[in-house]
């Protein structure tokens, strides 16, 4: 129904800034609500910060509240995760996911689909 793909990870130093970008494969973006998920190494999938079908409702975690920023453009067929003020314990593979819903979410499974990921590393 929806492939997504995830780009824009790599290496950056503490206090750098860093734009993910989620592309999207369906003729029907605007009913998917989108969120992103982050998992460090040995750890599980926890969620970072979802959006609304049109944009107007967005929730993230309470570590990267006021740092990260979640948009997307449905023209476009895209959501990004703007990320500043990154922090070591922000190193992860970044994952976006899309559910068919009016509503967000904040759990792993409350999603359908999802991307490959992409690594994202802050060094101190």
């Known amino acids: 129904q929806v492939q997504l793909v995830e780009s824009g990870g790599g290496l950056v130093q503490a206090g750098d800034s860093l734009r993910l970008s989620c592309t999207a494969s369906?003729?029907?973006?605007?009913?998917?609500?989108v969120g992103w998920f982050r998992q460090a190494p040995g750890k599980e999938r926890t969620f970072v910060a979802t959006?609304?079908?049109?944009?107007?409702?967005?929730y993230y975690t309470e570590s990267v509240k006021g740092r990260f920023t979640i948009s997307r453009d449905n023209a476009k067929n895209t959501v990004d995760l703007q990320m500043t003020s990154l922090k070591p314990e922000d190193t992860a593979v970044y994952y976006c996911?899309?559910?068919?819903?009016?509503?967000?979410?904040?759990?792993?499974?409350?999603?359908?689909?999802w991307g490959q990921g992409t690594q994202v590393t802050v060094s101190s």
């Open positions: 996911a899309a559910r068919v819903s009016s509503l967000t979410s904040q759990y792993v499974t409350s999603y359908d689909y």
């Open positions: 959006i609304s079908r049109l944009g107007g409702t967005t």
């Open positions: 369906t003729r029907t973006f605007s009913n998917y609500v």
